[in-house]
């Protein structure tokens, strides 16, 4: 029986190599080489829509819509990048015996765009020697999927912190909701039903949220949550839950109306990480990863209008996000690289190399 990849064999993998080492772990059972048999066809069409590829030893065709196919060779560097069924890309198949590795692409890009959008402010608690287990356990709970870092940080600044002691309840059921918890250390118990009637259901362990329920729904609380061990948990009230859930809104546009702004003097921001924006990116385009964007857009205008991309428009959201946050006015490439026609592709991210770097004072040069 194959057995799933290690770490180690991942790093060469782009974008595989950036993810965390509890994220790959999520990635476990999808980590599973697959063979493909000589001439047996990966995918074609879009009946594999939604996965993505990574060959890993032997050779393939690929095929776009239109035009003669292109062999792609495991160990070269064009095979540690991802692929996927699209506009682009329609027919695979395997020129020798070969494996590949199938994943979700949903499941990719969620993990890639959480890993980023919050990379920054992992690491400036772990520099505050901050302890970020339940943080993390926490932020890949699906309920804050989509929050941005920026809610993260403002919901940080609103916990009551507070030291109990095992057997303190912290839930009643029936209770009205006002708060919900976060677990920071320690174990907790879930029971439901009252009297004779309770029964334990589960165990909460560091990181875990519980309460939200009842905030969500209005209703009253659903179970009774009781301290087993002395713990360390974090209160955060209602109205804050709620705010901190709120989805922003970011400005998007089309790719045409990006042309028009491009040429009258807009400029182009691919958050994308270096590897992926150096196999192809926008003419004059900035790289500005996700996680450093913080940190980098210092080296912006604030009298320039950004627009960002990436491939599927989470990252660029996030990243739209942020910069409106810090004052800029930015949009985000509507549905991303992967909504583009093939023509589209090709003419967007018609560059390839080191491209362009940002100065201070908002100066942008040719770095090779």
């Known amino acids: 029986m194959n057995k799933p990849l290690l770490p180690d064999q991942l790093r060469s993998l782009i974008p595989l190599n ?38 890993l030893t032997g050779s393939l065709s690929l095929q776009g819509p239109h035009g003669e196919p292109r062999r792609l060779v495991a160990g070269t560097p064009e095979s540690c990048h991802v692929f996927a069924a699209g506009s682009r890309l329609n027919r695979v198949w395997a020129l020798e015996d070969s494996s590949v590795l199938v994943l979700d692409s949903a499941q990719l890009d969620r993990l890639l765009s959480w890993r980023q959008s919050h990379a920054d402010l992992l690491l400036e608690l772990a520099t505050a020697g901050e302890l970020t287990d339940w943080l993390e356990e926490l932020l890949e709970n699906p309920l804050f999927a989509k929050v941005p870092s920026e809610n993260v940080r403002t919901m940080l600044n609103r916990l009551e912190s507070m030291d109990l002691p095992a057997g303190q309840v912290l839930l009643r059921e029936g209770d009205a909701g006002d708060c919900c918890y976060f677990l920071k250390s320690g174990r907790a118990e879930v029971v439901i039903g009252l009297g004779s009637d309770e029964q334990v259901v589960g165990e909460l362990g560091v990181g875990a949220c519980f309460g939200e329920q009842a905030l969500l729904t209005e209703g009253p609380r659903n179970a009774t949550v009781t301290l087993l061990e002395d713990a360390s948990v974090l209160r955060l009230a209602r109205q804050d839950f709620l705010a901190l859930l709120k989805a922003p809104v970011v400005a998007e546009l089309s790719l045409a109306l990006a042309s028009e702004w491009i040429a009258g003097g807009a400029q182009w921001l691919d958050v994308r990480l270096l590897d992926e924006y150096q196999r192809g990116h926008a003419l004059k385009a900035l790289n500005m990863p996700l996680h450093l964007l ?74 090779g």
């Open 18 to 55: 950036a993810l965390s080492p509890r994220q790959l772990q999520t990635l476990r059972d999808q980590l599973i080489p697959r063979p493909l048999l000589a001439n047996q066809v990966l995918f074609e069409g879009e009946a594999e829509a939604g996965s993505s590829y990574f060959l």
């Open 294 to 367: 913080r940190l980098k857009a210092r080296l912006l205008k604030q009298d320039r209008l950004y627009l960002c991309y990436c491939d599927s428009g989470k990252r660029s959201a996030s990243a739209v996000f942020l910069l409106t946050q810090l004052g800029f006015n930015a949009y985000s490439l509507r549905d991303g690289l992967d909504a583009l026609s093939v023509d589209e592709y090709a003419a967007l991210l018609s560059e390839r190399g080191n491209g362009y770097l940002a100065r201070s004072g908002g100066r942008t040069e040719r770095s």
